[in-house]
C-alpha cells in the first residue's frame, strides 16, 4: 500500500496545529512550572555564588513562595543605563551604583521578586521572611541597607570589597568601564 506525500503532510501538519493548540490553551500552566528567564540568569552568575541563589529558591518554594531571579549578571552599559535613571532619564533612581561599583558587575548579585499567577509581587508581605532565608544562606540582603532599601536585592562578595572586586577585574580585563 502506497501512502501519498500530501496524506503524510497532511497528517504532520494536523499534529503540529494540534501541539501547538495545546500549548497555547496550557500555556499559563507551562509558564507557572517553567521559568527559563531565571534559569537563563543562574548561568550568568559566579559558579558558589549560583548554588546559594538556587538554595535560596528551594527554601522559598518549600514555603509556598514561588521566587524568580529578575536580574543577575550587569555589563557596564546596563549598569549605567540604570544608573541613568531618575538622574539624566527619565524614572525614578533605583540605584547609587555605576559601572564596575555593582556586585550584578562581578556576577555575585541577583535581584528576586515573587510571582503568583504568573505576577510579580513587588509589594508584598513576604519579603522579611525571603530576607531571613537568603540571612540563613550567608547572603547579604539589600531590604537591610540604609541608603536605598533595596529588597529584591540579595549578594555575596565572600569576603571581597567591591573596591577590591572593581581593581580585580580592571586588572583581568573582565570589566570594561
Not at 546559594?52 to 527554601?59: C, E, V, W, Y
Not at 510579580?120 to 541608603?147: T, V, Y
Request: charge should be positive; proline fraction near 2%; include cysteine.
Amino acid at each position: 500500500m502506497e501512502i501519498k506525500k500530501k496524506y503524510v503532510y497532511i497528517g504532520v501538519a494536523a499534529s503540529v496545529v494540534a501541539i501547538g493548540v495545546g500549548i497555547y490553551f496550557s500555556r499559563r500552566k507551562i509558564y507557572e512550572h517553567f521559568d527559563y528567564k531565571t534559569d537563563l540568569l543562574l548561568l550568568s552568575l559566579e559558579p558558589k555564588f549560583r548554588k546559594k541563589i538556587k538554595q535560596l529558591l528551594s527554601r522559598a518554594r518549600d514555603k509556598g513562595i514561588e521566587l524568580r531571579v529578575i536580574s543577575a549578571h550587569r555589563d557596564c552599559a546596563e549598569q549605567n543605563k540604570l544608573y541613568a535613571k531618575g538622574r539624566t532619564a527619565p524614572g525614578k533612581i533605583v540605584t547609587n551604583a555605576r559601572c564596575g561599583k555593582s556586585s550584578h558587575n562581578y556576577k555575585r548579585a541577583v535581584d528576586v521578586v515573587e510571582f503568583k499567577n504568573g505576577k510579580p509581587l513587588w509589594k508584598n508581605s513576604n519579603w522579611d521572611k525571603i530576607g531571613l532565608m537568603g540571612e540563613a544562606l550567608g547572603l547579604e540582603w539589600g531590604g537591610r541597607w540604609k541608603s536605598i532599601k533595596d529588597k529584591p536585592h540579595f549578594q555575596n562578595l565572600r569576603g571581597k570589597t567591591i573596591a577590591s572586586l572593581y581593581r580585580e577585574y580592571q586588572r583581568t580585563g573582565k570589566l570594561a568601564a
